[in-house]
């Protein structure tokens, strides 16, 4: 008995790397594994999506209702986001947003906007998942996941309008330019949440692309809201002697004309100087086939519009130029192959108490078919 105790020493030497090597890798594995478990947005591509509210003229106190639902690529039905997808900044007295959730307003685009306290104007969510990692067909490039931010209650008397941005939430670059490889970045307005809302996607882009555009996105919605007070009714005045009397309170008057009523009040309308600005683009949809592309903007208290082709500012018009409309016509020989983004930067009369907005329109030229020529007999 006594001579198997060395050679059950020897193979328990033997053994011994064996043995050292398997446990790390068992380790290295778990350790691998609660990574994964504990930070699952470090591997997924994620991008953020901030909510700002500006109230133009309400009370200060007056609160808004807001809520954000996403759906994956190509699904039509978008649902809302519960909280175990998201991170976020420190929100009211908590860690992050609640979703629906509430926000005064600021007094104006300028902000100031702050997240945490009593009354918060802003609501950061980071985390989200931006889906892009899966190509999908023309003009859609990406399989970008769809969110949409709704306004879902507000107090009487408010006109709502919203625009959204983007920029890079490391280098605070801005998508022009991305548009070919990755897809047009949109925010489109929308009521299908049940309200006035803004529809668009959140961005991440891989180590292969330039620094300033590596990783998440951070796409900002301001809401504005404009208050309109609302105007008394006026009573119409009434005659102080009845018609064709003749006669005054004191009694019958001899020789003189009958009294002639008061006549009634006009009705007040409400004063021109509360109409808000609007805008919208229009223009040329499908595949560019004319010798130019058209987009216009259309809309009430418009001063300025600054239109953009891929980031590159292209014209500037002060008047509309078309029928009422700020038309920009783009020739087709000028667009690349594919997808162009069209922006235009909207500013408003200052009586409309309106903030800017930001359209965005989206042109497509498609590849030229080439005709096979058939050969000529020459038999």
Request: proline share 9%.
């Amino acid at each position: 008995m006594s001579l198997n105790h060395p050679l059950r020493g020897v193979a328990g030497h033997r053994s011994g790397p064996q043995a050292r090597a398997r446990r790390a890798a068992a380790a290295g594995a778990a350790l691998l594994l609660a990574a994964l478990v504990a930070a699952p947005s470090a591997l997924a591509w994620n991008g953020n999506l901030e909510v700002r509210k500006v109230n133009i003229g309400g009370p200060a106190a007056d609160t808004f209702t807001f809520k954000v639902e996403s759906g994956a690529y190509g699904q039509p039905n978008l649902t809302l986001v519960p909280a175990t997808d998201y991170t976020g900044a420190p929100w009211a007295d908590k860690a992050k947003p609640d979703n629906p959730f509430a926000l005064v307003g600021a007094p104006s685009a300028d902000g100031a906007f702050v997240r945490t306290g009593a009354a918060p104007n802003d609501a950061l969510f980071t985390g989200l998942d931006s889906g892009g990692q899966t190509a999908a067909a023309a003009p859609a490039v990406r399989d970008w996941r769809r969110f949409r931010v709704t306004e879902t209650s507000k107090p009487a008397n408010y006109t709502t309008t919203a625009a959204c941005t983007i920029a890079n939430a490391a280098s605070g670059g801005a998508w022009a330019g991305l548009d070919q490889a990755w897809g047009a970045w949109t925010a489109t307005p929308t009521t299908a949440g049940g309200g006035e809302g803004v529809e668009t996607t959140v961005r991440f882009l891989p180590d292969t692309v330039a620094t300033a555009d590596r990783g998440p996105w951070t796409v900002i919605c301001t809401f504005t809201n404009t208050y309109h007070a609302p105007t008394a009714p006026v009573t119409p005045g009434t005659p102080t002697t009845p018609p064709g009397s003749g006669t005054s309170p004191a009694g019958p008057t001899t020789g003189t004309t009958p009294a002639t009523p008061t006549p009634p009040a006009k009705p007040v309308t409400p004063s021109s100087t509360a109409r808000v600005g609007t805008a919208r683009a229009v223009g040329t949809t499908g595949c560019v086939t004319a010798t130019s592309a058209i987009v216009d903007v259309r809309g009430r208290g418009i001063v300025r519009v600054t239109f953009k082709l891929n980031g590159k500012t292209v014209r500037t018009l002060t008047n509309d130029n078309v029928a009422g409309m700020y038309r920009l016509r783009v020739p087709a020989s000028s667009l690349p192959v594919g997808t162009s983004r069209v922006t235009a930067d909207v500013r408003f009369r200052r009586a409309s108490r309106a903030a800017p907005k930001l359209l965005a329109f989206t042109l497509h030229r498609c590849p030229t078919r080439r005709v096979a020529r058939t050969p000529s007999f020459t038999g």
